[in-house]
C-alpha cells in the first residue's frame, strides 16, 4: 500500500487535490459540481468515454438517492472507480503452471519498459524461490540483448540470446529447449517492440506464438503488453492495436510514478477487457506492484 502511495504521489498531488477542493468548496450537487468532476477526470487521463459514462452513473444515483450533500458522493466516487478497474472480474494473478515451465510473453512499443519490467518480474519469481530463465527475442533494436543481459546480471537469472539481427522465433525455439533442459520454471521472453512495420511486427509475434506453442502444449501461458502510463491515451492506441492482433492476456502499465496522469489506469481497463496486472512505480528491481483496485483508488484518495 505504501508503494502504491509513494509511486501515485504525483497523480494524488494533482487529482486528490482538486477532487478534495471541489468536495469541499461546492455545497450542493449541481450542473456545476458535475461539470467541474468532468474537467477533473478528463484531466487525469481517464478519458473522455470513460468519464461521461462515469458521470451519467453518478447523476443516476444522485437522483435515486436523493444525495444533495457533496461529501456523500465522494464514497459513491471511489466505489465506481473500484468498479471500473476491477472490469468483469478477471484475475490480475499470473497463470503460473503448478508444475513444468510457465512461458511469459512481453509484447509492447519500444522504450515503454519492457525490458525493466521482465527485469523487475524475473526478480520477483527468484525471491519467491523459482528458477528463471530470460529470452532476448528483441534482436532488432541495437541495444536491447545487451540491455537484458544487464538486468540478467543484476537478479542473477541467466540470457539465452544470438546476435542481433537474428530470427527471434530461432531465439524463442532455443530458449524453450533449453528452459526444459534445465528444467526451471519460468521463461520470460523479450520481442521487439519496433512499430515502423506493423504488419511485420504481428507477424514476427504470431511466429513467436506458434513457436513456443508447438514446443510446450499451451505455452505462452501469458501474453503482457506493457504501456507506459505516462503517454496517456496513447497508451490507450497502443493497447488497441496489439490487443487485437497478439493475443495478449493482460496489461502491465509503468512509470505510473512519472505522471500525473494515473487515470489512464482506469481508462485503459474500461475500453479494454483486458486485467492490468501490474503497475511499474520505479526503476528498481522492486519497484513493481502487483495491481489492486482498492488500492489504487484507496491510494488516490487517502
Ligand atoms: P523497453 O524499450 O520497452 O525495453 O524500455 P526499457 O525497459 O529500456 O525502459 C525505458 C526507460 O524507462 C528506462 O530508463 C527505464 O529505467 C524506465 N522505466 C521503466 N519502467 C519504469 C517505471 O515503472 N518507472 C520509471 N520511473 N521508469 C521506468
Redesign the pocket.
Known amino acids: 500500500t505504501t508503494k502504491f502511495r509513494d ?1 501515485l504521489a504525483k497523480t494524488r498531488d494533482v487529482f486528490v487535490g482538486q477532487v478534495a477542493d471541489l468536495f469541499s468548496r461546492r455545497k450542493k450537487i449541481d450542473e456545476a459540481f458535475f461539470e467541474e468532476l468532468e474537467e477533473i477526470l478528463i484531466g487525469a487521463d481517464v478519458g473522455v468515454n470513460t468519464v461521461m459514462e462515469l458521470i451519467d452513473e453518478l447523476r443516476a444515483e444522485v437522483k435515486k438517492s436523493r444525495i444533495e450533500d457533496p461529501s456523500e458522493l465522494q464514497p459513491i466516487l471511489s466505489e465506481k472507480l473500484v468498479g471500473l478497474l476491477k472490469g468483469s472480474g478477471e484475475s490480475v494473478e499470473l497463470n503460473v503452471q503448478p508444475s513444468g515451465i510457465t512461458v511469459i510473453l512481453f509484447v ?13 518480474l524475473a526478480w520477483r519469481f527468484k525471491q519467491q524461490g523459482k528458477s528463471v530463465l530470460m529470452a532476448a527475442g ?1 534482436t532488432f ?1 541495437a541495444g ?1 540483448i545487451e ?2 543481459e544487464v538486468w540478467g546480471q543484476r537478479v542473477g537469472v541467466d540470457v539465452i540470446r544470438q546476435n542481433a539481427g537474428s530470427d527471434p522465433a530461432a531465439v524463442m525455439f532455443d530458449a524453450v529447449q533449453e528452459a526444459k533442459r534445465r528444467g526451471v520454471d519460468v521463461l520470460l521472453c ?1 520481442t521487439a ?1 519496433r512499430l515502423q512495420n506493423k504488419a511485420n511486427l504481428m507477424e514476427e509475434l504470431s511466429k513467436i506464438h506458434r513457436v513456443i506453442q508447438r514446443e510446450i502444449p499451451g505455452a505462452p501461458h501469458e501474453t503482457l503488453l ?1 504501456l ?2 505516462a503517454t496517456g491515451q496513447n497508451a490507450l492506441q497502443q493497447a488497441k492495436l496489439f490487443g487485437e492482433k497478439s493475443g495478449v492476456s493482460g496489461l502491465v502499465l ?5 505522471t500525473a496522469k494515473g487515470g489512464i489506469v482506469i481508462a485503459i481497463r474500461h475500453e479494454l477487457s483486458l486485467p492490468v496486472k501490474f ?5 528498481g528491481m522492486d ?2 506492484q502487483q495491481f489492486d483496485a482498492e488500492q489504487f483508488v484507496h491510494a488516490l484518495f487517502a
Do not use: C, F, H, S
Open positions: 509511486g509492447g512499443v519500444n522504450g515503454v519498459g519492457k525490458t525493466t519490467t521482465i527485469g523487475k528483441d533494436r536491447a540491455q537484458l523479450d517492440g506493457v507506459d502510463a509503468t512509470k505510473l510514478d512519472g503497475v511499474g512505480l520505479g526503476e519497484d513493481l
